[in-house]
């Protein structure tokens, strides 16, 4: 099978954990791999060690989204393709596993419409325009080269970084990076790997639920797991057929989310 799976900054603290590894490389002797990962936590610590207090903003739909002006893409740049990407690198090379890491930048992976306006919801529900800054929509994955890596016997690892048609730098949501690659490759499974152990709906997690389903419970999702519920109905509506949502922190999480013994499987039906 094809995975995108998808590392949440979450379980990044110093590269990827030597189980994820282990296991990512159990699984990569029967599957190929593209992964995507994610480290905003990181980029606000560095940022703000660099004298650069990073903005946020809540969009209707209750997304957070980065305020994401010059500076800020290149912070986020530097610590997203810089640093974190290349611990992955590192830490999978460490256990054999052979790596490319890459932004959406390299070979133009992925390209995007920059967004010229969000707009922002204040803590009392005020809408406002603010301006887009560099944030995108990403309107093309250059898949040849993804599966030119991996003909080749290299699992790719995406920072998600798009380039406008300008030729600049767009910051773009890690999860939705993850399922439009996977929509793109046409993936067999959207894996997204977080720091709890799945959908939680009143404190419980929910082993499976159908995309009609999830959508209905939606208000009930907080910041975070909201938006990878909709990066897992956007795989699905692309043809993915299931979508894992589960903890990066335990010994098996890959394998055990792909055989249902853990985390939450949404599915079309
Ligand atoms: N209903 C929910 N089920 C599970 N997690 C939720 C829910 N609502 C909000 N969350 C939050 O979403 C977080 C995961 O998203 P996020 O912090 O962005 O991690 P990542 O770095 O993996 O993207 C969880 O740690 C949790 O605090
Ligand atoms: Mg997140």
Partial sequence: MLLVVKMGGSILKEGASGSLVTDLKDVLKENKVVIVHGGGVEVTDIASKLGKE?????????????????????????????????????????????????????????????????????ER???????????????????????????????????????????????????????????????DRLILLTDVEGLLLKGQRIPKISASEVREVLKNVGAGMSTKVHAAIEALNQGVSEVLITSGTGKTPISSALKHESGTVITCE
């Fill in 125 to 187: 529900g005020r809408k406002r325009v603010v301006d887009g800054g560099y944030t995108g929509k990403i309107t093309q994955v250059k898949t040849e080269l993804l599966n030119l890596l991996m003909e080749k016997g290299y699992t790719p690892i995406v920072t998600p970084i798009a380039m406008s048609q300008e030729y600049e730098p767009l910051n773009v949501d890690g999860d939705r990076t993850a399922a439009i690659i996977a929509g793109a490759l046409k993936a």
């Fill in 54 to 122: 990073q903005k946020f903003i809540i969009s209707p739909e209750g997304f957070r989204s980065r305020y994401t002006d010059k500076e800020t893409i290149e912070i986020y740049t530097m610590v997203m393709a810089g640093k974190i990407n290349k611990q992955i690198t590192i830490a999978m090379q460490s256990q054999g596993i052979p790596t490319i890491g890459l932004s959406g930048l390299d070979g133009a992976i992925l390209k995007a419409e920059r967004k010229a306006r969000l707009i922002a919801v204040d």
